[in-house]
């Protein structure tokens, strides 16, 4: 058996950081191997589960001495998890020693859908977000977004392309996704992967706030489906649910997704909704939303370009926006049929184990600090400026 030195001091590889090209790259220029090894050793990772590279019986044992010496699979610590009674599933991940994350698994007819995190924290301050109250601590890497899947889809019993309990993904978790760009493309290429997750591009979403230049970038690297959480038609009532709309108004943002559905050849785009008790749930903000949508619609010249989702706003203790009443909700839902748009509401998951929509909350260590340094960066960067946090 050929030696293979050990350097103690150069840290290990992580390969659930790596998607295809990264593995097949990390293979050839640190191990010396073949591209074919790249390959078996994902499908062990994210088909079988397998962590420990000794159980890995198909490789050599050269090979297997070489990955001990330089690579690690390093996933997340399920910290606490918890089923509901409605069969959604909820886990509590630890990040590192301080922070953990929410990822939940909501199961229904004939999909199961799985909420991914992007970020520990939210450095956004959308006011209707349980997030949001915890401020910022920092970016997922690639692994510990795609480790939440590997978690959810092990515990499934995923097989991909045999069974269906896991279909789709949204990045819809903790975090603004398009503010940690590269980590979340990268594993969202490996739950697209037949030697990842073997999902479609159509189930994997990413819903963002409106990082308008961002969108841009996502449509020229992916071809994943796209969320927006709207959450108001006009600017006045949008900046104060969403500051990001201050730098992003909803004209540049609706620009940004005519872009984004074109370049996708006429993908829809769906627009999220949460209605708050006399907020944004009254008959003038549904005919509001129609008309936006609408325009939407004509500038594609697509029927139906524009989906919306309703979704009835679930409290967190300190809150002080409420759930309108099933009444007031129906005759938004009405409003908006009757303009031609079917608006489903989304029924509430999880609600008894807090894993409702808006209510991820994780643990967030240590975020003032960071979250006044991220926004500093971001502000260097031409991001949203500070008020965004304001
Ligand atoms: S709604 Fe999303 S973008 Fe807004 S604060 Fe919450 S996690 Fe961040």
């Not at 293979?27 to 079988?48: C, D, N, P, S």
């Not at 889809?153 to 503010?179: D, I, S, W, Y």
């Not at 540049?252 to 829809?268: F, H, I, P, T």
Request: aromatic share 6%; glycine share 6%.
């Amino acid at each position: 058996m050929t030696e293979v030195a050990i350097d103690a001091t150069v840290a290990k590889q992580n390969l659930l950081d790596l998607d295809r090209e990264g593995m097949e790259r990390f293979f050839a220029e640190t191990l010396g191997e073949k591209r074919f090894r790249a390959h078996q050793i994902m499908k062990w990772i994210h088909h079988r589960y397998v962590t420990d590279f000794n159980d890995m019986t198909d490789l050599g044992k050269v090979l297997r001495a070489k990955l001990e010496a330089h690579a690690e699979v390093r996933v997340p610590q399920v910290q606490f998890e918890k089923p509901s009674t409605d069969g959604t599933h909820k886990w509590l991940l630890a990040m590192d020693g301080k922070n953990a994350i929410e990822t939940v698994y909501i199961p229904d007819k004939n999909r199961g859908t799985l909420c991914v995190s992007s970020q520990v924290g939210c450095a956004l301050n959308c006011q209707f977000c349980s997030t949001a109250t915890q401020g910022f601590n920092r970016n997922l890497s690639t692994a510990e977004i795609i480790g939440q899947v590997w978690v959810a889809a092990r515990h499934l019993g995923n097989v991909p392309h045999k069974q269906r309990r896991l279909t789709n993904v949204v990045m819809m978790g903790m975090g603004e996704p398009l503010m940690n760009f590269d980590n979340v493309v990268r594993a969202m290429s490996i739950m697209r992967d037949d030697l990842g997750y073997g999902l479609a591009n159509k189930r994997v979403t990413l819903s963002t706030a409106g990082m308008v230049p961002m969108i841009d970038k996502l449509a020229e690297v992916s071809d994943v489906s796209l969320a927006v959480s709207l959450h108001a038609a006009n600017d006045a009532l949008r900046t104060e649910l969403v500051p990001l709309n201050k730098k992003y108004p909803i004209a540049e943002l609706m620009e940004a997704c005519v872009r984004y559905a074109q370049r996708k050849r006429g993908e829809s785009i769906t627009f999220e909704y949460t209605l708050m008790r006399d907020v944004n749930d009254q008959p003038q903000h549904a005919r509001e939303l129609a008309r936006l949508m609408r325009e939407f619609d004509n500038r594609l010249q697509m029927k139906d370009a524009a989906k919306v989702n309703l979704i009835p706003f679930n409290p967190f203790p300190g809150t002080r926006y409420e759930r309108p009443d099933d009444a007031t909700i129906r005759r938004f839902q009405k409003l908006l049929n009757e303009s031609g748009r079917i608006a489903p509401v989304r029924r509430t998951r999880g609600d008894d184990i807090d894993a409702a929509c808006g209510q991820l909350k994780g643990q967030v260590a240590d975020r003032t600090r960071r979250q006044a340094e991220h926004l500093k960066r971001l502000e260097s960067q031409g991001g949203p400026g500070v008020d965004a946090a304001a």
